[in-house]
C-alpha cells in the first residue's frame, strides 16, 4: 500500500497514543506505508482540536490516554463524521465500552502487518477524501 494509487492521493489517519515511542513507531509505520499522518497526539482536547482542524479518513485510536483519559469522546465525534476509527489496547476487547462492541480492534503489543491488514480492511469499506475533498474509493 505504499504511495498513492490509481484511486487519489494516499489517506490521511489520526493518531491518538500517548505513550511516546509508540506514537513515533505508528507515525513511522503509517508514514511507510504510504499515508499522511495527523497527529500522534496524547490528549482528548488536542484530539478534538485535530479533528475540527483537519480532515482525516480514519483514526488509529489509543483507548487510554494520558490523566487517566479515555478516547471515547474523540470516538463520539468521529462517528459524527462518518470516519472510522480502529481501538489499539493492551487490555483486549474487555477493556472497551459495551457502546463500541462492534469497533475494530488492535490489541498491544501488535505487529506491522497487523497494522497494514487492519488499515487495508478499514480503506476497503469505506470511500474515503483526496487531496480535493472529493470522497474516493481506496
Known amino acids: 500500500m505504499q504511495g498513492s494509487s490509481a ?3 494516499a489517506p490521511t ?3 491518538a497514543e500517548d505513550e511516546f515511542l509508540l506514537a513515533l513507531e505508528m507515525e513511522e509505520l503509517l508514514r511507510g506505508m504510504g499515508c499522511r499522518v495527523v497527529g500522534p497526539a496524547a490528549g482528548v482536547s488536542e484530539l478534538l482540536a485535530l479533528i475540527e482542524r483537519t480532515s482525516c479518513d480514519l483514526a488509529f485510536l489509543d483507548v487510554h490516554l494520558r ?4 478516547v471515547y469522546a474523540v470516538v463520539d465525534r468521529l462517528r459524527a463524521r462518518g470516519i472510522p476509527f480502529v ?3 493492551a487490555y483486549g476487547e474487555e477493556g472497551i465500552d459495551p457502546r463500541y462492541a462492534d469497533a475494530r480492534v488492535i490489541c498491544k503489543p501488535f ?3 497487523q497494522i497494514e491488514s487492519c488499515l487495508s480492511a478499514v480503506l476497503r469499506s469505506k470511500p474515503w477524501r483526496g487531496e480535493d475533498g472529493l470522497p474516493r474509493r481506496h
Open 111 to 113: 505487529s506491522e502487518h
Open 7 to 9: 484511486a487519489g492521493p
Open 67 to 70: 490523566h487517566d483519559e479515555t
Open 87 to 89: 481501538f489499539m489496547t
Open 13 to 15: 489517519v489520526l493518531i
